[in-house]
C-alpha cells in the first residue's frame, strides 16, 4: 500500500502563490505516476498536472505557464507550485499515485484564491 499525505493548501490572494507538497510512504517503490488533481464544488474532479518516474510532466492548460509540478525522490514528496493564482482555481486539491491501472489518493487539502 502507499500513503499520501497532501499539505500547504489555504487562502490567497488572486495573483498570489502557494505550494502544496504530498508525502509519500509504504510501497513508493510501486508508484509509476503522481499526480495533483483537483475538484471545485459542483465539478468533476479533474487532472491538473503529473510527473512519471521518469520526470516527465503533464499539465492540463488552464495551468499551464502558471503552475510547476516537480518530485524529491530523497524525501519521496512531489509538489505542486502554484503561481498567478486566480479565482477558478479555488477547489480541493488531491494528490494520487499510481502504478498501473492502480492507484491511491490523499486526504486533499483545500485552496482558496479570493480577495
Known amino acids: 500500500q502507499v500513503q499520501l499525505v497532501e499539505s500547504g493548501g489555504g487562502l490567497v490572494q488572486p495573483g498570489g502563490s502557494l505550494r502544496l507538497s504530498c508525502a509519500a510512504s509504504?510501497?513508493?517503490?510501486?508508484?509509476?505516476?503522481m499526480g495533483w488533481y483537483r475538484q471545485a464544488p459542483g465539478k468533476e474532479r479533474e487532472l491538473v498536472a503529473s510527473?512519471?518516474?521518469?520526470?516527465?510532466?503533464n499539465y492540463a492548460d488552464s495551468v499551464t505557464g502558471r503552475f510547476t509540478i516537480s518530485r524529491d525522490n530523497a524525501k519521496n514528496t512531489v509538489y505542486l507550485q502554484m503561481n498567478s493564482l486566480k479565482p477558478e482555481d479555488t477547489a480541493v486539491y488531491y494528490c494520487?499515485?499510481?502504478?498501473?491501472?492502480?492507484?491511491?489518493w490523499g486526504q486533499g487539502t483545500q485552496v482558496t484564491v479570493s480577495s
Open positions: 494520487k499515485a499510481s502504478w498501473g491501472l492502480l492507484g491511491n
Open positions: 509504504g510501497s513508493i517503490f510501486r508508484i509509476n505516476v
Open positions: 510527473i512519471t518516474s521518469g520526470g516527465s510532466t
